[in-house]
């Protein structure tokens, strides 16, 4: 049994598991990067400079605790190189996946064009999405410094949102199930994800300098305070 036939044995949600067959991961990944689409399953591998693509054996494990159905819209925080926004898609009714990186943005809108119920929007997914909310289901594909306020606000009651947390090196993976005010947080474990980028992500590992972080951070404030003012 070769590494993608295992991760297949592996997968308990058979809607997950037809996907995962149709979908070749090898379209997404850069040419020198093909070769190694499903091998080394249990490694990242390294997209951009600072930048990688979750260990496939994790992500499908991250997409089968989703519990993915269809009839579902769901909210990717991170769409990467989009390979894991296309498995999303092939199950449920609408995706939209919010990435902070331009240029991973400009490469995953590429790959994810014949899919009409995908939308991809360039912006801080710590912020979730307000103008599609409500969502039946919530994934981050890097580590929060806390449970994400906003996504969480986003998610219907009952819904459930897959993220890893902690300030360390190594996080943990929490399954999050809505419950009004006070969540249910069960724990799959420890894992090493890249920080998560935004207003409400971590900060002291940008590659720019404070001045621009400052600014950054005062044109999302100034954004949140403009919606909520139109809203009044």
Known sequence: MNEREE?????KNPELAEAFKKVDRAKFLPDNLKSYAYTYVDEPLPILPG???????????????????????V??????????????????DKVVSVEINEEMYRYSSRLLSEYQNVKLVLGDGTLGYEEEKPFDRVIAWASTPTLLCKPYEQLEEGGIMILPMGVGKVQRLYKVIKKGY????????????????GLFGFYDD??????????RLERQVRSILSRLEKKV
Do not use: C, W
């Not at 006070?182 to 980028?197: C, D, Y």
């Open 75 to 92: 909210l990717e925080i991170g769409t990467g190189i989009g390979y894991y926004t296309a498995l999303i898609a092939e199950i449920v």
């Open 182 to 197: 006070t969540p249910i947080l069960e724990n799959l474990g420890e894992v090493v994800f890249s920080r998560i980028r």
């Open 7 to 11: 991760i297949l044995r592996r997968i």
């Open 206 to 215: 940008y590659e720019d300098d404070f001045e621009s972080r400052l600014s």
């Open 51 to 73: 930048v990688t693509t979750t260990a496939l054996s994790l992500g499908i494990y991250m997409l089968d605790e989703l519990d993915l159905h269809k009839g579902q819209k």
